[in-house]
């Protein structure tokens, strides 16, 4: 099972629990500029969309429309 969870530690005793589960391999803190990561094909495709839409804006749809097509099936 891989879940990432974002955490904020609000007591002290909390950062003791975190840190024995670390030393028993039961968690692995991952350090913040790792966890957001994006591929640079990902960013490429958004900004590839976000070009599309500027010049073809008769494209889009609204949100309700686009629920609604979705309950269609």
């Known amino acids: 099972m891989q879940t990432t969870y974002h955490i904020r530690i609000k007591k002290e005793y909390a950062a ?3 840190e024995d ?3 028993n ?3 692995e803190l991952i ?3 790792e966890a957001f990561d994006v ?3 990902q960013k490429d495709e958004v900004l590839q969309r ?3 839409y500027k010049n073809n804006s008769e494209q889009l749809i609204d949100e ?3 629920f609604a097509m979705l309950n269609e099936d």
């Open 16 to 18: 003791t629990i975190i």
């Open 21 to 23: 589960l670390q030393k």
């Open 25 to 27: 391999n039961a968690v």
């Open 31 to 33: 350090p913040e500029e």
């Open 39 to 41: 591929p640079q094909w």
């Open 50 to 52: 976000i070009e599309k």
């Open 64 to 66: 309700d429309a686009f």
